[in-house]
């Protein structure tokens, strides 16, 4: 037999990841997360390549701890597990 359990508040993530493909900026998706402009700010700066296994880290965005941009390489190109 099981019981359950009530929580008074629901957590919060601390991280949130992105992906980010090579060449490209933020989808539909990641704009409705990004409510103040720091993940596409951040997909422009020069180390932000968006190639295979590049990741990088924005402190204190949009109410997370950090965000991690985790590069997917080209989209034409991306196969699930080479992650």
Known sequence: MF?????????KAG?????HFSGEGINADTK???NDGSIAKATK????????GNVVEIHDSNGY????LI???QREGFKPGAL
């Open 45 to 52: 700066r020069p180390d932000a390549s968006g190639d295979l």
């Open 3 to 11: 019981e359950s359990i009530k929580t008074a508040t629901r957590g």
């Open 71 to 73: 590069g997917l390489g």
């Open 32 to 34: 409705a997360l990004d």
């Open 65 to 68: 701890e950090r965000v991690l």
């Open 15 to 19: 991280v949130l990841v992105v992906a």
